[in-house]
């Protein structure tokens, strides 16, 4: 999973609260979590950043070669094709989240429904821009998409996470904590599945929720 977030010791007691007006409506779904979540640079909400509009929406084929763009500068995301991105967006867009500043792309993340168990959604990949200083967008596209998801139907969420990344653990912690519900980890994909040097794919498995 790759969410941008910040250190530990930055992360707020709970995760931001997304407007409504950022939220998109999405049908069920798609997506998977996020892979290599990494940690957002602290930034300080200056006046003209608290200016800063971010919307949210759906992803369309278009925004394939821009999100492209962000993850291939986006030290430790894996590297996939704009092909592959496009073809995302046209499949998947229910469950995937675009954040725009002036219509600038500043962030996105791609899920799922996994289709063997079409109630539990999955995070897998998810990326913001430092160059507006958006304090916390990474956790906040997650929140919506999650949340949306939940509102939809989804009863479970899910993300695989490096067992070093605290920084997302904690954030899924809170999330599960929200929604008062419980989390369950095991190594989905082992190290030696990878030709590289790869960490174990820690499972984060959020649920039941609810939308109540």
Do not use: C
């Not at 010791?9 to 997506?31: D, I, K, R, W, Y």
């Not at 602290?42 to 919307?55: C, L, P, R």
């Not at 791609?110 to 999955?122: A, I, K, L, N, S």
């Amino acid at each position: 999973m790759t969410i941008i977030v910040p250190s530990p010791a930055h992360v707020p007691n709970e995760t931001p609260a997304v407007s409504q007006e950022e939220l998109v409506t999405a049908a069920a779904g798609a997506t998977a979590p996020a892979r290599g979540l990494q940690e957002e640079k602290k930034v300080t909400e200056s006046a003209a950043t608290a200016k800063t509009k971010v919307a949210f929406r759906a992803p369309v084929t278009e925004d394939g070669p821009a999100v492209w763009n962000l993850v291939e500068n986006t030290p430790g995301l894996d590297s996939n094709s704009v092909y592959y991105y496009t073809l995302w967006f046209r499949d998947f867009a229910d469950g995937s989240l675009i954040a725009t500043v002036d219509d600038e792309i500043v962030g996105f993340l791609t899920g799922y429904r996994r289709p063997d168990e079409p109630h539990t959604y999955f995070v897998w990949q998810t990326a913001a821009s430092p160059r507006h200083g958006i304090p916390f967008l990474g956790v906040k596209l997650f929140q919506a998409a999650a949340d949306q998801q939940v509102a939809a139907g989804a009863r479970y969420v899910e993300a695989t996470v490096s067992a070093e990344n605290k920084s997302i653990i904690m954030v899924l912690k809170q999330f599960a904590k929200k929604h008062n519900a419980s989390i369950e980890t095991r190594v989905l994909f082992p190290s030696s599945l990878f030709p590289d040097s790869h960490h174990d794919e820690v499972l984060y498995r959020i649920g039941p929720l609810s939308a109540d």
